[in-house]
């Protein structure tokens, strides 16, 4: 699919790994308007299967709309991070009023991650503690692989204030306690940024599922595999690196559900 001179490759799975009795993630793919996203239902909360689902399907039908308004007005870059922030707002109020309204799911609460592929630009926007990260091949001077969002966390937090270190942190009893959520309080301050896309940069957006059992060298070393082998096609390169991503948490213990998305940029032909 095209965008200008943004071509897109993409592959995507969710596991429930081997502790949980059910899956509270949930993902969207919607390749024809260049848009991937992932949402990770709040542990402990009775409605957090309920809304990972619900935040992916109000966010798919606004960005089906935004996506027309933007091909239809010529919007600019800073028009393009408004839109989805607002409308990550309004997904924030939908679930806040639903929480209000159902018993049966009251506290439900989610991450959100997502990036909208605008012209050459990625558009990110995030929620809590699910992740976006970025691969370059090694020709680029830029670093390899680095993280693209900093985490809704009291431990991040805590990190960036120096009162832990990231190897500290690992093993914190605060570990899993956000400081932002979709759902949980009637606003909600999305973080949103935008950068330039080169051929072959790779995304990856993913849970804690896999970020909490799976080393970033580990994961890199997936990455580099799926951008440097040309002994496959993209897509199945695609396919092998999401499935050895979920393979590689289950791995370390798989005691979270495990979601992945990967999204390859202009890739050359092979």
């Given at each position: 699919?095209?965008?200008?001179?943004?071509?897109?490759?993409?592959?995507?799975?969710?596991?429930?790994?081997?502790?949980?009795?059910?899956?509270?993630?949930?993902?969207?793919?919607?390749?024809?308007?260049?848009?991937?996203?992932?949402?990770?239902?709040?542990?402990?909360?009775?409605?957090?299967?309920?809304?990972?689902?619900?935040?992916?399907?109000?966010?798919?039908?606004?960005?089906?709309?935004?996506?027309?308004?933007?091909?239809?007005?010529?919007?600019?870059?800073?028009?393009?991070?408004?839109?989805?922030?607002?409308?990550?707002e309004r997904?924030?109020?939908?679930?806040?009023?639903?929480?209000?309204?159902?018993?049966?799911?009251?506290?439900?609460?989610?991450?959100?991650?997502?990036?909208?592929?605008?012209?050459?630009?990625?558009?990110?926007?995030?929620?809590?503690?699910?992740?976006?990260?970025?691969?370059?091949?090694?020709?680029?001077?830029?670093?390899?692989?680095?993280?693209?969002?900093?985490?809704?966390?009291?431990?991040n937090e805590?990190?960036?204030?120096?009162?832990?270190?990231?190897?500290?942190?690992?093993?914190?009893?605060?570990?899993?306690?956000?400081?932002?959520?979709?759902?949980?309080?009637?606003?909600?301050?999305?973080?949103?940024?935008?950068?330039?896309?080169?051929?072959?940069?790779?995304?990856?957006?993913?849970?804690?599922?896999?970020?909490?059992?799976?080393?970033?060298?580990?994961?890199?070393?997936?990455?580099?595999?799926?951008?440097?082998?040309?002994?496959?096609?993209?897509?199945?390169?695609?396919?092998?690196?999401?499935?050895?991503?979920?393979?590689?948490?289950?791995?370390?213990?798989?005691?979270?559900?495990?979601?992945?998305?990967?999204?390859?940029?202009?890739?050359?032909?092979?």
């Amino acid at each position: 699919m095209t965008n200008a001179s943004l071509a897109l490759l993409y592959s995507s799975q969710t596991d429930i790994g081997y502790v949980r009795e059910k899956n509270e993630d949930a993902l969207k793919t919607i390749p024809e308007h260049r848009f991937f996203a992932l949402a990770d239902g709040m542990g402990g909360l009775p409605g957090g299967e309920i809304a990972s689902k619900r935040c992916m399907e109000y966010l798919s039908e606004l960005i089906c709309q935004i996506d027309l308004e933007i091909k239809s007005k010529e919007a600019s870059e800073n028009e393009v991070v408004a839109l989805l922030g607002a409308a990550v707002e309004r997904v924030n109020s939908a679930l806040f009023k639903e929480n209000q309204q159902e018993n049966n799911s009251r506290g439900m609460g989610t991450t959100l991650c997502c990036v909208y592929f605008f012209k050459n630009m990625a558009i990110l926007a995030h929620v809590g503690d699910s992740r976006i990260y970025r691969f370059r091949g090694s020709e680029r001077k830029a670093p390899k692989f680095i993280q693209l969002t900093e985490d809704h966390s009291l431990v991040n937090e805590l990190i960036l204030q120096g009162e832990l270190t990231r190897q500290d942190a690992l093993f914190s009893p605060y570990k899993n306690i956000l400081t932002k959520a979709i759902g949980i309080h009637p606003h909600v301050d999305p973080a949103i940024s935008s950068l330039p896309v080169l051929p072959r940069d790779l995304f990856l957006l993913c849970s804690d599922g896999l970020t909490n059992y799976a080393g970033e060298e580990e994961i890199e070393e997936v990455l580099s595999k799926i951008s440097l082998n040309s002994n496959s096609s993209y897509e199945k390169s695609l396919q092998e690196g999401v499935n050895q991503l979920i393979s590689l948490a289950k791995s370390h213990g798989g005691g979270d559900n495990i979601t992945a998305i990967l999204v390859l940029s202009n890739p050359s032909p092979r």
